[in-house]
């Protein structure tokens, strides 16, 4: 019997040997050069209206806008034909190639803000050359409009007369009124997402909107047929960010094809650089015309290949090149039986595999509970992360209680794997990410009351006896005992005592010993994250009457005052004082709230019993 993974190799194969055949067929590229391209041409663009055959439309072009970017000319044209004249650009359309005489000379990349014509900026097709060889560089468009650029002539468009042009990342917050400035962003990169509960479709439209990706609710990848896999000019090219149980793929057009490398979109997508994202076909449904943004309702096809680069002028990709992805698994439990098993594989990029990782852990985790009231959920995460100097293990572990909904748990509990991603002392891949949840729907909190000491003073080498006692929502009060040792050279004197929750107790130790949260290295940073005080543990704090001091992110509680001295004031040691402190931990079964202290008496006794 065949089994699934040797059915998905075969079909995987069979996708990639339709891609490359359809490649020996294409014509040979013939550029015109944009010192060539004249107002009042008129030629003919081509991209996908609907299922995969791929259709022409007009393009009038109005002029070129020379030096209007780094480095860079932009070709002005009204596009129509089509559903054009009904729905004006339409999301998905960027890259589609323009072509004057038979000669291509860009791709359609932007659009008009505000304009409900179909007034596009087209991408030159010999600024597109350089996107495979990594040149251009990978900044991003401005987030908000830039400088206007003066115009060298008026523009005059329908009634209205233009002097300058700014490029932004996303529309300004207001029509621009009479101004005088054409504003041109981006056209949006349409995300088609499959199998997200709706409800997270506006969180990821917050995490993906200022990249220019724009979620819309979609059915997932399908077996297409040969002219969807065939990534020829005009066809549609999407962007892989997330498959399995979830699919996330972005959408534009090709624009051009030799042999296995495939150039698009004429704007940069992820501003990634060189990167590896899987790179797919598609088929349209229908283009859905909206006031706010057109969009191609799209389904893609399975992995083609490769993005390799994603730069200023577009994004280039290689047919038959399979990319490593970063696999992302998430079971939750309720009542002891497995409930949700989900499985996904994500992009690997610094910027986006945190975000998308937190949007589906979330989605898991809303599925297999109620998407608002009190819950209850104790976690696990583990990441295994490699880096120059050698693979490591990140496991953490947490219990949260989150009154209003279980998504917020989920989020603090991953971001770690951004500061993971942004860490500054070595690039780090993500080898995968595991996520195990117990959920209870039951509030398991307690807070804490009161703390009473045994007795009111302890020795330097003694125990320190406590009894803490919680009361746990919707239950009788406990007294927890817990015993703390004090260092043998602790001095003398009054000591303040803090018992409190394990999320307290990390507020209070950064503000102890901030040097400690700045570590030296990746090793310490995951040290850090993992040692972090749970939430679900009583944890008692002794205050010892000396300073301590860290180096490099490491504390060094005891040392003589001389040396104190010397390596607090040391410009060269990368040290810092800390307040020096013992510290015990109780475990319980309830998050812990609450904070309570008391202050003690450190002295040694006499021979005759009585304290000096």
């Known amino acids: ?9 075969l079909v995987l194969a069979l996708a990639v040997s339709c891609a490359r055949v359809s490649a020996e067929q294409l014509p040979p590229l013939e550029l015109m050069p944009v ?4 107002a009042g041409m008129t030629g003919e663009g081509r991209t ?18 020379k030096k209007i970017r780094p480095k860079g000319d932009l070709i002005l044209a009204e596009l129509s034909g089509g559903p054009l004249a009904k729905t004006g650009l339409i999301s998905g359309m960027s890259g ?20 409900k014509d179909a007034i596009a900026g087209i991408t030159p097709a010999e600024e597109m050359l350089s996107v495979m060889a990594g040149g251009g560089t990978a900044a991003r468009v401005p987030e908000h409009a830039s400088v206007p650029v003066p115009l060298r002539e008026v523009l005059h468009l329908r009634g209205r007369e233009f002097e300058s042009v700014l490029f932004s990342r996303s529309p300004p917050g207001s029509s ?3 101004s005088r400035s054409m504003v041109f962003v981006p056209i949006a990169t349409p995300l088609m997402v499959s199998g997200l509960d709706a409800s997270m479709i506006a969180d990821l439209e917050r995490e993906l909107g200022p990249v220019g990706l724009v979620p819309v609710q979609s059915g997932g990848s399908a077996e297409l047929d040969a002219a969807a896999r065939s990534l020829e ?4 090219m999407g962007v892989v960010l997330a498959s399995g149980d979830v699919e996330m793929a972005g959408v534009g057009t090709v624009t051009w094809r030799r042999g296995d490398e495939v150039v698009g979109f004429g704007h940069p997508m992820l501003f990634g650089g060189e990167l590896e994202v899987p790179m797919v076909g598609g088929s349209v449904h229908t283009v859905i015309a909206s006031r706010m943004m057109s969009f191609k309702l799209t389904s893609v096809t399975g992995t083609l290949g490769t993005i390799v680069q994603d730069r200023q002028k577009g994004i280039g990709g290689v047919v038959g090149k399979l990319p490593q992805m970063v696999p992302v698994a998430v079971t939750v439990r309720k009542g002891g039986r497995i409930v949700v098993d989900d499985s996904f594989e994500v992009v690997d990029h610094p910027l986006l595999t945190p975000r998308i990782a937190v949007t589906l852990m979330s989605n898991s985790v809303l599925s297999a509970g109620k998407g608002f009231g009190g819950v209850t959920m104790r976690a696990k995460l583990s990441a295994r992360v490699t880096s120059s100097t050698g693979k490591r293990r990140l496991r953490m572990e947490e219990s949260f209680y989150s009154p209003e909904s279980p998504l917020a748990p989920v989020s603090a509990l991953a971001r770690p794997l951004a500061w993971l991603f942004s860490n500054r002392f070595e690039p780090v891949t993500l080898e995968d990410v595991k996520l195990d949840v117990v959920m209870d ?7 804490i009351t009161s703390v009473r000491a045994e007795r009111s003073r302890v020795e330097p080498g003694g125990v320190l006896k406590l009894r803490v006692r919680l009361e746990p929502y919707g239950a009788s009060p406990v007294d927890v005992p817990v015993s703390i040792a004090i260092p043998v050279d602790a001095r003398e004197g009054m000591a303040q005592v803090t018992v409190c929750g394990g999320v307290r107790s990390r507020a209070l130790e950064r503000a102890r010993v901030p040097g400690k949260f700045v570590p030296a290295d990746l090793d310490q940073l995951i040290g850090l994250l993992e040692a972090e005080d749970r939430s679900t543990e009583i944890v008692v704090r002794v205050s010892l009457r000396r300073k301590g001091l ?3 992110g490491e504390e060094v509680p005891s040392l003589p005052d001389s040396v104190l001295a010397i390596m607090g004031n040391s410009a060269d040691t990368d040290a810092g004082y800390a307040r020096a402190e013992v510290k015990e931990k109780q475990k319980t079964e309830w998050v812990v709230s609450g904070m309570k202290r008391l202050r003690i008496a450190i002295r040694k006794e006499t021979t005759g019993g009585r304290a000096n």
């Open 48 to 65: 996908v209206f609907s299922g995969s055959a791929i259709e022409s439309f007009d393009a009038r072009i109005l002029g070129v806008l």
């Open 233 to 236: 000019a005009g066809g549609v």
């Open 1 to 9: 019997m065949m089994t699934r993974s040797l059915k998905l190799v």
């Open 35 to 38: 010192g060539e391209v004249r």
């Open 441 to 447: 729907e039951s509030r398991r909190t307690a807070a």
């Open 176 to 178: 621009p009124g009479d």
């Open 96 to 115: 589609s190639p323009v072509y004057v005489d038979g000669k291509l000379i860009g791709a359609v990349a932007y659009g008009w803000s505000f304009g």
């Open 550 to 552: 860290t180096v490099r």
